[in-house]
C-alpha cells in the first residue's frame, strides 16, 4: 500500500489543493469473460500474520500494570493462559473489488489472470 500526496493547480481558484491517493495493489482471484464484457474480481494484496487471543490479552494486561505488579501477575497470568486453547484472530479486513469492464479493454490491459497483481488508483476528485 502507498500513500501518495500530491499537489494541484485548481484552475478555478488559482490555489494549490493537496490531494491524498491510496494505490493498492490487488491480485486477480476470479475472472468471468462472456466475450463482450469480462469481470474481475480483486482482493487487496496483503499478507497478514495470525494473532492469537493469549498474545493479544498478554499485551493489553501488560500495558495497564506498572512494572513491580506486572512481575507478579504476568506468571500467573501465563499459566492460566498456557491452559486455555489458543485461537487465531484475523486482525485485517481485506478490501475486495468487482470491476466489469469490456473486452477491449481487458485486452488492452494484457490480459491479466487469476493470481496475477495489479494496481488500482484510489482517490478522491
Do not use: W
Amino acid at each position: 500500500m502507498h500513500y501518495i500526496s500530491q499537489f494541484v493547480k485548481d484552475k478555478s481558484s488559482k490555489k494549490s489543493n493537496c490531494v491524498l491517493s491510496e494505490t493498492n495493489e490487488f491480485k486477480i482471484t476470479q475472472i468471468v469473460d462472456n466475450a463482450q464484457m469480462v469481470q474481475l474480481t480483486l482482493i487487496e494484496n496483503v499478507t497478514t500474520e495470525p494473532v492469537s487471543q493469549k498474545q493479544l490479552i498478554i499485551e493489553n494486561v501488560s500495558k495497564k500494570l506498572d512494572s513491580e505488579t506486572k512481575e507478579q501477575v504476568m506468571p500467573l497470568l501465563e499459566a492460566i493462559l498456557q491452559a486455555q486453547p489458543t485461537i487465531n484472530i484475523k486482525t485485517y479486513q481485506q478490501t475486495q473489488i468487482t470491476i466489469t469492464m469490456p473486452k477491449s479493454r481487458y485486452n488492452n490491459m494484457g490480459r491479466p489472470q487469476v493470481g496475477n497483481i495489479i494496481e488500482v488508483d484510489l482517490k478522491k476528485i
